[in-house]
């Protein structure tokens, strides 16, 4: 920690800060390790900080959220309406995804959780410090789980998804394009839609489309609807999601898997907010915010001439990375508790929780599949408990996982598929080890589900149970090559 600019600070021209707080204790602790550097005036409740404000205009105000009276995020609006130049910091000890936000949309400079590391606050105030010192020098120029909810929540108090809770309350009330970057699972929509959620076109239509569920000769009639007779089967006209979306926010996920023609499409749109209806002569101009997601590198896109230069840097405005589970294991626990309790809910059971084994074996796990994956796994924990408490061969994983996942797929989609697959594989390769006759169980699966649809990899998808973009990369990874398919093309 960089000391030099309290000292500099020191002095006749000595900034000011507001620490507002109920707690005296906090008040007397924020106070001694501040008074040395900074005139420091104190509040007990929002009522008096804002008396302090109008009196003092204090350079920084240091408040916390939970107080008697009115609470931080109410005072935050009142003292930005007063002084839109405020830099406030909020302190919590509630970390949940709802503070953050809304503190950084009313335009909290930051916050911080309770209990805080000395070093991490004097870093906040030292930057807040140097920030406020710029906006008030003249610019001139020569010639930033509430468990109780039944709705869906965004879980985590690990670095990354704290950086995330920022950003979405700093982008979410403009009309910024969002470009969510992530691994199939780690929660891209919710994240989007905590952006809508948060913005001010809240009260106007959301519409997810997922852009690799859709055909993409069908894609297009779904984006920007059809007039009848624009092609066969078109027997009326049709409204697209984007007249539908007007006003509203629309979320394209899987956004690197449209084809080239819709994508040139897409870019007139974000360029000049108009578009025809397919087979149609009218221009319609909309006014809609777009977050878009993908599970892919985009850049690699681009230099495969897969995805449109000029359309990347129009959608890559604001990027927001999704960490990987695996990334941010320490959110495991509030993850499971939000999960079990979820399911407890929807399915009437009455888990208790999971053993400290259990908890040791899914916090050592990979977790390939990210949040999905251990939604799912919980779920199926939560099934299979016979008492209070989920143990360690309830939680399905990897090979095991995979292995139950195909034993259904051999009794609802395959027919027996999976059963002479296995039996051919033992017989030819007996000694074969465990992964690897996992990963074969799995190619053979997919080339025989793209036998099964002639190529066709929407319907071999969904025979899967999996998206696909999910198939295109397992495709990639097992080097099953699309030329020697009968092409998806030639059978939508």
Request: with cysteine.
């Amino acid at each position: 920690m960089n000391h030099h600019l309290f000292i500099v600070l020191k002095g006749a021209n000595m900034q000011t800060i507001l620490i507002v707080d109920d707690d005296k204790s906090i008040r007397y602790s924020l106070k001694r390790m501040l008074e040395d550097h900074f005139s420091i005036l104190t509040a007990q409740n929002g009522e008096e900080a804002l008396s302090r404000m109008k009196e003092s205009s204090p350079d920084l105000i240091i408040m916390d959220i939970k107080m008697p009276g009115r609470n931080g995020i109410d005072v935050l609006k009142e003292m930005k309406f007063l002084d839109p130049k405020s830099l406030i910091i909020l302190m919590t000890a509630y970390g949940t995804t709802e503070t953050a936000i809304e503190a950084m949309k009313f335009g909290a400079f930051d916050y911080i959780l309770k209990p805080f590391p000395i070093p991490q606050m004097k870093e906040l105030v030292q930057k807040a410090i140097a920030l406020r010192k710029l906006m008030k020098e003249e610019v001139s120029y020569a010639s930033e789980p509430d468990q109780q909810k039944e709705e869906e929540q965004i879980i985590g108090s690990a670095p990354k998804m704290q950086e995330i809770y920022k950003v979405i309350g700093q982008v979410a009330p403009s009309d910024v394009t969002v470009l969510l970057r992530g691994e199939s699972g780690t929660g891209k929509e919710l994240v989007a839609r905590a952006i809508y959620h948060y913005s001010l076109r809240s009260s106007y239509p959301f519409l997810p489309v997922n852009c690799a569920a859709i055909p993409d000769t069908l894609l297009e009639s779904e984006l920007f609807g059809h007039e009848k007779g624009a092609f066969t089967g078109a027997i009326s006209r049709r409204i697209g999601k984007l007249e539908q979306c007007q006003g509203g926010t629309i979320f394209l996920d899987e956004i690197g898997d449209m084809s080239l023609s819709t994508q040139a499409k897409l870019l007139r749109i974000l360029q000049e907010k108009t578009f025809e209806r397919l087979g149609g002569r009218e221009t319609l101009r909309v006014d809609i915010r777009f977050i878009v997601a993908t599970n892919k590198d985009l850049e690699e896109a681009m230099v495969r001439g897969e995805f449109r230069e000029d359309l990347y840097y129009r959608l890559n405005v604001v990027s927001i990375k999704i960490p990987p589970l695996r990334e941010r294991k320490e959110d495991i626990p509030n993850l499971t508790s939000y999960f079990l309790k979820k399911f407890n809910r929807d399915l009437k059971r009455k888990v208790a929780g999971i053993t400290p084994s259990a908890m040791g074996k899914i916090t050592s796990y990979g977790w390939p599949g990210n949040v999905r994956q251990l939604e799912n796994v919980l779920k199926r924990a939560v099934l299979l408990c016979q008492g209070e408490w989920i143990l360690d061969d309830q939680l399905l994983l990897d090979v095991e996982e995979r292995r139950e996942a195909a034993e259904v797929l051999k009794g609802k989609t395959f027919e027996g598929l999976l059963d002479s697959l296995f039996m051919e594989l033992t017989e030819t390769s007996p000694d074969r080890e465990g992964l690897d006759m996992v990963s074969a169980i799995e190619k053979g699966l997919i080339l025989r589900a793209l036998q099964k649809t002639n190529g066709n990899q929407v319907q071999a998808a969904s025979l899967l149970g999996i998206n696909r973009g999910t198939l295109r990369s397992k495709m990639e990874r097992y080097h099953i090559r699309k030329e020697v398919l009968v092409s998806e093309e030639d059978n939508e």
